[in-house]
């Protein structure tokens, strides 16, 4: 009888003991669980803000991509400005030298000083005062106005 | 980081000569003190030496302004906030 009575003690004993540690198992997983969910929370939010600074910076790189599209062609109308002075009613520089030397000497000597105040601009150098203000053709670096005159605009 | 400093051209004074001015221009040379000596270029030459100016110009532009966004891109961010975070992934 004893026996029987210590025996069923015992499982009940071993039962609550039992439940009690499952129930601190629980509880330990439940507290895992909750960080892991602070965590994805957080994984999540952090994703959200990098996919939201990858946009912002896709756009970004579309408009400096639009931008400098247009300095391209910009710089690519000026450079057919040249040769249209060079060619212009099958103009003949050479045969014009001959005839009008000091003219176009002195023409010549302009268009190098223009052109070398052009690498400067493309180099760094600010612009003047007098460049930024430019707006009449007489007023212009025939050589780079899309760079060295902001304000003229071609007709 | 500093920007690399602006070009200072130097001015190149052209001549141009001809059959007719040659001796003239050689005489003034002379009496200017200078060697009576030009390097030539053909008027086809002239106008190609242009273009490849104006092309490397064209080029600066572009790379200058290339650098100016990728340093507006990296360093806007230290302007505002004072560190080197926002755009340094």
Redesign the interface.
């Known amino acids: 009888m004893l026996g029987i009575r210590l025996f069923l003690i015992g499982i009940v004993s071993a039962s609550l003991i039992g439940a009690g540690a499952y129930v601190f198992k629980l509880r330990a997983d439940n507290a895992i669980l909750k960080a892991n969910a602070v965590k994805m929370e957080s994984a999540i939010t952090e994703q959200k803000e990098l996919i939201t600074k990858q946009k912002e ?1 896709f756009q ?1 790189i579309l408009a ?1 991509n639009a ?2 599209n247009k ?2 062609k910009n ?2 109308k ?2 057919n400005e ?2 249209k002075r ?1 060619n212009k009613n099958n103009r ?3 045969k014009l ?2 005839e009008k ?1 000091k003219l ?2 002195k023409i ?2 302009k ?3 223009n ?12 612009l003047t005062e007098k460049e930024k203000n430019a707006t009449k053709k007489s007023e212009i670096n025939p ?2 106005p899309s ?1 060295a005159n902001p304000n003229y605009i071609t007709y | 980081m500093e920007k690399p400093t602006p070009l200072e051209m130097e001015k190149i004074h052209w001549i141009i000569i001809t059959s007719d001015n040659a001796d003239q221009v050689f005489a003034k040379m002379k009496e200017d003190g200078m060697d009576p000596v030009l390097f030539g270029l053909t008027d086809n030459d002239f106008q190609l030496l242009a273009k490849n100016f104006a092309r490397i110009r064209n080029q600066l532009m572009i790379t200058n302004d290339m650098l100016d966004k990728y340093k507006e891109y990296y360093e806007a961010s230290d302007n505002e906030t004072g560190n080197n975070t926002k755009n340094s992934k």
């Not at chain 1, 400067?120 to 150098?125: K, P, R, V, Y």
């Open positions: 910076d970004e400096a931008e400098m300095l391209v710089l690519e000026d450079l040249l040769d060079f003949d520089i050479g030298a001959v030397t176009i000497e010549i000597n268009g190098g000083e052109a070398a105040r052009c690498i400067e601009i493309a180099s760094g150098s600010p050589e780079c760079i």
